[in-house]
């Protein structure tokens, strides 16, 4: 420490504004930029400089030396940069976990905040813009270094550190007409000019890598202000909102005064008496119910008296579970100020806001970003979020922030928020870290949508066309309608703030308040909606039939004749695609080119299980793009452009960097003249080069074309019974119901979160009470479900309102910001002593509890009134089918001749009145203490019992002789047919397999072989002369193999096992069938291979 704090000494001293540096100034420097490569974990370098600050009385005056060399202004940079960065940056990004992290975190925040007062200096903006207007304004590309690049990227970077320190604790004791330690730093930069520079550096497309630093630096601006203040800074106020402000003055001066008197009345009640005395509070009851409380002390107030049960400790949640704020720092800043950073942000929006999102989107959310610039992404929607709202409060044209409009940038922002939120359920360390930027996307998408409204209500004729058909996407697709409610559901107290959960609500008022003004304007009568279905799986796929007898399609496998007309059928049509001419391809796209539109907009969701590649094909990449181009060119030429547009972009995914298909951020238009291109190319080589391809993968594989993926893999002979199914997700059009939509927020856990925030009425912004106050409206009165806000934690909020309001006239209510909550509890509680008066005092218990379904509509209707309504009295015991049960029971007991085979269950079974299943009946003769008489609820049911087994056999038996038969008709399918004509009943095939199997007949659904492949006529000479050499074989020879092995081994073409045999018995020769030797487990792997002497002892053994 001796020795920094010498070398700090050595750099020079600052007199009357000038400076002057010590003669080795420059190798001091140079020192201390190896002290800080070379810091330990302490960070005592960083410590000391920042304790000394260096920045401020040495460095800064440095670089504004009038006749500084490159070389210390290029080393005094690089120190600055390096003192400045985030304490985050400093400590690697890892969170502080012990006491000593967090002392140093503090330290290192304290030591950034005395340096950025001392960078508040025009002079040195002044003397930052002049070195960047050099380089990119003055100097042309020949004439640039790459030294001189590199400083200005330090410049920037020193730049954006600047304004990343967080905010000074003076800054909370200011006054509105002084400046804050930002707004210095804002003025100094707008004064000096660095902020026009930026934009005219942001509008270079060949200064991509200064982007997102610029974007960082002009999010950092805004940081601390609000689009509402710098809207208005040039209005003068009005008369209602000078009354506004001098009454929200008013009121934090009551409240200062009250607290202080309360404070007061503390202190004065905890100073001895004299005259003590013993007191007894009427109506208290003490431990002795027949007597009242006695204490000891005055007491000032008696409803602050409390008694045993309220004196337990309340139980403590969690740190970790804890609700807790994240509100971004603002400041009202002084006319001044705000008035330049108007012009700040007009001149942002209006020149470069577009063309600076566009080139920082890709880069801002790449998970290869520094520690320096991990929190771009929050920055961006930072400042898509304020720029959006300046925006919509100014009443700007919606071009001048299309890019962040639109399906695009509702897709972008839903997207990076499930992102972040499945990294916070992940994450659990870094979770508030995610929450945070989750926080930011969200705002970004509450303000997407207020512009959408606003388009909607006062934009131009084509701005409401764009805006409608933006908002007609988001309010069909299903993702959007449910984000709000399972954001809601999902909600986390430890990871998500209470700022996030505040935007939450508001997020979904203004998207409902959307949904309900298009639904009752018909513009909304069908959305999509994701349903489950499932799909076969594997090779063969087995016949099934409905009840009527018709067959369910795409079940059996397609005949061969079938299968073959098929692919000259398709070979066809993809000859007449490939040749046709230019001329009709150019009058086809003009009939499709605004359906291909709608897709490229996003107005049409794209198919998801697409594959540009046919793996099966042995050619190389380049062959693959060429291949997939044809599969885009032929699907739009059949006029499938949703098909076409997919396999276009699943092509881009696979193949980014050729950009044969593309680039990902490519315009609209752009894009449709390239699939417009594809569309009338000519590709005939490349449908000769793949039908080559396909041939070369038949003869290789022997699978066909069509046939790969369903057949492929399998080996030959293969088959099986079993399907496996598998789920996946499909859309389908249905019928919206507003109403149906609004119910999904009436669970507990989603009210819980809106009552929750309505507790803090008082504080809440008077936007958000009107969001609560509306949902809790619509699922108590709109959807007449007021049993679920039934909670004794609601009526508490209610009595606080119902208090602050107590005094008041009628009027002065009515005009009290907190007017609707009381309106609200008023119909509630109306509502509540209305059902109190019905069911009595079992109301007060179910207050306190959350409610399922069925409570509250018990409570609203009766108890045991939910069965009713369900239908569900068919499973439940009347008083007389109980009876019934009871006297079928003596019955049973009293009989005298029973049937064999039948027990009592069965008896009871067929005469009750009322279907019930045999289980159900033993259930109920054990509640009401009747005996079972040794009945089993596993025997089964009647109809099981009574199945003609006799027959069945009967049946079986004379299978092979019947004349009765059908063609192809096997013997399940002929037994089931013999059973319906002798009034036996109806069985399913699986049914009578089973009972086949009972009676000892066992049978096998016949394999199907596939069609023999034809051999060529040399190779089945080949064959014939291996055979007769197998017969004039030594019986000595022929006994060590069979005929199949001696064939397969010595043919000259390799051919599968089963062809061979198959081709031997079409010559006579009797195949004797293989056992299947037992497979043995698999070993794992090991990791170490031995040495090459142990590999030689295993082979010679």
Known sequence: ?????????????????????????????????????????????????????????????????????????DLALRLAANLCQPSMVSMHGKQPETKEQFAMLKQLEENLTRAKLACADKGLFAVLKAKLNKFFIETDWDGRTEEQRLVMERIVVFIRYMFSITPVDIDDKRTAFDNSSHDRLVEAAIDAGLDTLLMEISKDRYEREFHLSILEIFALFLKEHKPEDLVSADKDRSEEEKKKTEGELQQIVENQRAAMEDVKRKIMGKRHTNFAGSYVVRGMKAVNADNDIIINKPVKDIRGMDFLENRKAKKRTPKNRRPFEANQRTFLSSIEIRLKMKGFVTR??????????????????????????????????????????????????????????????????????????????????????????????????????????????????????????????????????????????????????????RELVLVNHHYFRLLERSHKSGLLKQVTKKHKVRRNRGGKKKNRKTKGGNEEKGEEPVDEDEESAQRVKEKEENERLDGMKETEAEEMWDTMEEEVRKVLKGEVEEEADVRPIEVLLEVDEEAHQRFAMLRVQRLLRSRRPLSAVSLYHAARGIWPAEGVFGAPDMPIDDELNE?????????????????????????????????????????EGYDSEAEEEDARFERREVDFDFKQHVHQFARNDVLKWYIFLLSDFESNAAELNHALVKMLHRVAFDLDLHPRVYMVSLFIVLDKVRARLAGKTSKEIKKSVFYEIYQFGFHLLRKFFGTFATIGAALGPEAIFWKTPQAAYEIQFGYGSYNESKAEEKATWTEALEDELRSHHRDYCEMEGRVEGMDIADYIEHSLSRERTRRQILRKMNELGLDAMGAKAGKGSVRDRQFPMIELKDIAEG??????????????????????????????????????????????????????KEWSEGLQTELAALKEQWDEEEEEERSRTDIASYVHTRLSEKRPRREVERYLEKMGVVIEKREKAPRAPRKKKEVEKGSEDEEEEEEEE
């Open 1 to 73: 420490e001796t020795i920094i704090q010498g070398t700090i000494g050595a750099l020079g001293y600052l007199e009357d504004d000038v400076y002057y540096p010590e003669p080795d100034c420059i190798e001091t420097v140079r020192d201390l930029i190896r002290f800080l490569r070379n810091d330990g974990p302490d960070l005592l370098v960083r410590r000391c400089c920042g304790e000394r600050n260096v920045v401020g009385s040495d460095l800064i005056p440095i670089l504004k030396m009038p006749k500084l060399n490159d070389d210390m202004f």
């Open 348 to 501: 942002l929006i209006e020149d470069c806001y577009c063309r600076l999102m566009k080139a920082t989107k890709s880069a801002a959310f790449d998970a290869r970003r520094s520690v320096g610039q991990r929190q771009a992404d929050l920055h961006y929607f930072l400042l898509e979020r304020f720029c959006v709202q300046f925006a919509r409060l100014a009443k700007m044209r919606a071009e001048k922030v299309q890019f962040s409009l639109g399906v695009d940038g509702f897709h972008h922002v839903q997207i990076q928020l499930d992102n972040y939120l499945e990294l916070a359920k992940a994450e659990k360390k870094d979770g508030r870290r995610h929450g945070l930027r989750a926080q930011f996307a969200l705002s970004a998408y509450k303000e997407l949508i207020l512009f959408h409204q606003y388009m909607m209500d006062s934009g131009t004729e084509e701005e409401k066309d764009d805006a409608t058909s933006a908002c007609g996407h988001i309010l069909r697709m299903d993702e959007y309608r449910d984000l709000s409610c399972n954001l809601m559901r999902g909600f986390m107290p430890g990871v998500l703030s209470k700022t996030f959960l």
């Open 675 to 715: 699939i417009k291109a594809i569309l009338v190319t000519d590709l005939k080589e490349v449908a000769s080069e793949l039908a080559e391809a396909e041939l070369k993968m038949e003869e290789s594989t022997g699978v066909k074309k069509g046939r790969a993926e369903d057949d492929g893999g399998e080996e």
């Open 959 to 1012: 299978y092979e002789q019947a004349e009765d038969k059908e063609e192809n008709e096997d013997l399940p399918s002929y037994c089931k047919r013999q059973l319906e004509e002798r009034d036996k009943g109806i069985y399913s095939k699986a049914k009578i397999i089973k009972s086949l199997v009972y009676v000892g007949i066992v049978w096998e659904k016949k394999k199907k072989e596939r069609p023999l």
